[in-house]
């Protein structure tokens, strides 16, 4: 896993400031690695071996998964001074 993902190497921009986030980063990379990339070992995915789908999976499906957040209002704007 560590390989596949630049977030557990803090030499990068791309690594997780929030554990929430990085949570959240873990969670996406298990979906993929199990449901989208095929194996060369298997030569299917890993939940089609364990016949929990039966087709591959897009990105485009792991999207579909995510629920849409209602956009609520959005708080005041508070205006910066600036030096005159």
Same mark, same amino acid.
């Given at each position: 896993?560590?390989?596949?993902?630049?977030?557990?190497?803090?030499?990068? %921009?791309?690594?997780?400031?929030?554990?929430?986030?990085?949570?959240?980063? =873990?969670?996406?990379?298990?979906?993929?690695? %199990?449901?989208?990339?095929?194996?060369?070992?298997?030569?299917?995915?890993?939940?089609?071996?364990?016949?929990?789908?039966?087709?591959?999976?897009? =990105?485009?499906?792991?999207? %579909?998964?995510?629920?849409?957040?209602?956009?609520?209002?959005?708080?005041?704007?508070?205006?910066?001074?600036?030096?005159?």
């Amino acid at each position: 896993m560590r390989m596949h993902m630049r977030r557990f190497t803090r030499l990068t %921009n791309g690594f997780s400031k929030k554990v929430e986030n990085h949570s959240y980063a =873990i969670a996406l990379h298990f979906v993929y690695y %199990n449901f989208v990339k095929q194996h060369k070992t298997l030569r299917t995915t890993p939940a089609m071996a364990a016949g929990l789908c039966k087709s591959f999976m897009s =990105i485009e499906d792991i999207v %579909n998964l995510v629920p849409e957040k209602k956009q609520g209002k959005r708080g005041s704007y508070k205006k910066t001074q600036t030096a005159e």
